[in-house]
């Protein structure tokens, strides 16, 4: 299985920029594995998407007015799935979100 990484970098709120990279996944028949979210600056999700079906990712985060950058080479085409992530930097004046931790152990 081949592995696939892109980012983005935006000044859009990041909920609904989070919400756009969602359905670019779920609209080119992708599902999420994972995500990561480092406070308002950062966000990753881990998903797998079918090899045929990159460039239609590809075409949906522009179509969301990204501008995707990939790391490295675009996957061959073929059957299959792909391991992908998708990183979003968040670019922004606001300061760090701050969330309470709860006490543990």
């Given at each position: 299985?081949?592995?696939?990484?892109?980012?983005?970098?935006?000044?859009c709120?990041?909920?609904k920029?989070i919400?756009?990279?969602r359905?670019?996944?779920?609209g080119?028949?992708?599902?999420?594995?994972?995500?990561?979210?480092?406070?308002?600056?950062?966000?990753?999700?881990?998903?797998?998407?079918?090899?045929?079906?990159?460039?239609?990712?590809?075409?949906?985060?522009?179509?969301?007015?990204?501008?995707?950058?990939?790391?490295?080479?675009l996957?061959?085409?073929?059957?299959?799935?792909?391991?992908?992530?998708?990183?979003?930097?968040?670019?922004?004046?606001?300061?760090?979100?701050?969330?309470?931790?709860?006490?543990?152990?």
């Amino acid at each position: 299985m081949e592995f696939f990484r892109v980012s983005v970098f935006t000044t859009c709120e990041r909920n609904k920029a989070i919400n756009q990279v969602r359905n670019a996944i779920v609209g080119s028949e992708g599902w999420i594995i994972d995500h990561t979210l480092f406070s308002n600056i950062l966000a990753t999700i881990s998903f797998d998407l079918p090899c045929n079906k990159v460039d239609n990712f590809i075409k949906k985060l522009k179509k969301a007015t990204f501008t995707p950058k990939i790391d490295g080479k675009l996957p061959k085409k073929g059957d299959g799935d792909l391991k992908c992530q998708i990183s979003i930097s968040f670019i922004h004046d606001e300061p760090t979100l701050k969330r309470d931790i709860p006490a543990f152990g």
